[in-house]
């Protein structure tokens, strides 16, 4: 019997040591992609709700980029988007943007060639209410909003763990302090789906459950929450999670953050705008 305890704990402990020494590999994985890249966040808002989030969020990126030995710049100015300024960027990360967040069609036209030139882009939270009207972004997004339920506690369950972004992600990740379960429409088919919102853990009981069922239809049981996809020459990443300004200081969302731009820093190429082909914001789309 002694001896049994003991294997127990023996394997036990080499599982810890085992799981400590693949998270120190990750977290240096994920430093040596970032260290010396430069990143933007944007944060412009159009006309309607504007979330409390978008400066603890900024915060937090700024403070990833200290740790981490990456530049942040941070702007709510449309004037950013220049091709001479965001050649010095490997990615914009666009946080808890909202509705039409450009001036004019020739910015769109800058940020489209930007990925199309193999830009990343992280985009985090109402990011799918941004530029409801460019069918292009939406496309690049991987849908637009449609409808979120009341913020309130639900779990997201892991569909891809083995993706370099899931890294020591819990496999069923409670929104414990709230959150909203985004639903998103006009979804496009080459995203790939990393968690999904657990729709039965929604409050089904609330005014909301004849709107969560109509808008968890196509999905059913597991709506999509996080993906990312290869898109348009760019690399994308996105996450509808992080509606409470506190996630932004909590550890578990800030990793969940990081590993996605360290994903993103990791797909990144160096820019190429001989591939950049779009002459307007809405030139068709090369398959």
């Given at each position: 019997?002694?001896?049994?305890?003991?294997?127990?704990?023996?394997?036990?402990?080499?599982?810890?040591?085992?799981?400590?020494?693949?998270?120190?590999?990750?977290?240096?994985?994920?430093?040596?992609?970032?260290?010396?890249?430069?990143?933007?966040?944007?944060?412009?808002?159009?006309?309607?709700?504007?979330?409390?989030?978008?400066?603890?969020?900024?915060?937090?990126?700024?403070?990833?980029?200290?740790?981490?030995?990456?530049?942040?710049?941070?702007?709510?100015?449309?004037?950013?988007?220049?091709?001479?300024?965001?050649?010095?960027?490997?990615?914009?990360?666009?946080?808890?943007?909202n509705?039409?967040?450009?001036?004019?069609?020739?910015?769109?036209?800058?940020?489209?060639?930007?990925?199309?030139?193999?830009?990343?882009?992280?985009?985090?939270?109402?990011?799918?209410?941004?530029?409801?009207?460019w069918a292009?972004?939406?496309?690049?997004?991987?849908?637009?909003?449609?409808?979120?339920?009341?913020?309130?506690?639900?779990?997201?369950?892991?569909?891809?763990?083995?993706?370099?972004?899931?890294?020591?992600?819990?496999?069923?990740?409670?929104?414990?302090?709230?959150?909203?379960?985004?639903?998103?429409?006009?979804?496009?088919?080459?995203?790939?789906?990393?968690?999904?919102?657990?729709?039965?853990t929604?409050?089904?009981?609330?005014?909301?459950?004849?709107?969560?069922?109509?808008?968890?239809?196509?999905?059913?049981?597991?709506?999509?929450?996080?993906?990312?996809?290869?898109?348009?020459?760019?690399?994308?990443?996105?996450?509808?999670?992080?509606?409470?300004?506190?996630?932004?200081?909590?550890?578990?969302?800030?990793?969940?953050?990081?590993?996605?731009?360290a994903?993103i820093?990791?797909?990144?190429?160096?820019?190429?705008?001989?591939?950049?082909?779009?002459?307007?914001?809405?030139?068709?789309?090369?398959?």
């Amino acid at each position: 019997m002694t001896t049994y305890f003991f294997r127990q704990k023996t394997l036990l402990l080499f599982s810890t040591l085992l799981f400590l020494s693949a998270t120190q590999v990750q977290t240096a994985a994920a430093q040596a992609s970032l260290k010396g890249i430069s990143v933007l966040v944007y944060t412009k808002n159009g006309k309607g709700y504007v979330h409390d989030n978008i400066a603890d969020a900024a915060k937090c990126i700024q403070k990833l980029g200290t740790e981490n030995k990456f530049t942040v710049d941070v702007s709510d100015d449309p004037g950013v988007f220049t091709t001479a300024n965001l050649k010095k960027y490997t990615m914009l990360i666009f946080t808890s943007t909202n509705n039409d967040v450009f001036d004019n069609d020739e910015q769109r036209l800058v940020f489209r060639r930007y990925i199309e030139a193999g830009g990343g882009f992280v985009g985090v939270h109402s990011v799918t209410g941004t530029e409801r009207n460019w069918a292009w972004f939406k496309q690049m997004l991987g849908g637009t909003f449609v409808w979120h339920a009341k913020n309130q506690k639900f779990s997201v369950q892991m569909i891809d763990p083995s993706h370099p972004s899931m890294q020591g992600l819990p496999k069923v990740w409670e929104r414990s302090l709230g959150d909203e379960c985004y639903f998103t429409k006009e979804m496009y088919p080459g995203i790939k789906v990393l968690m999904a919102h657990q729709v039965k853990t929604l409050n089904w009981n609330s005014a909301d459950s004849t709107r969560i069922k109509q808008n968890s239809a196509t999905f059913k049981d597991l709506f999509p929450a996080v993906w990312y996809q290869n898109f348009d020459g760019g690399s994308i990443w996105v996450t509808t999670l992080g509606h409470n300004k506190e996630y932004y200081q909590e550890p578990v969302f800030v990793k969940h953050l990081l590993q996605g731009i360290a994903y993103i820093a990791g797909q990144a190429k160096k820019l190429d705008f001989t591939k950049a082909y779009a002459t307007s914001r809405d030139t068709p789309l090369h398959y």
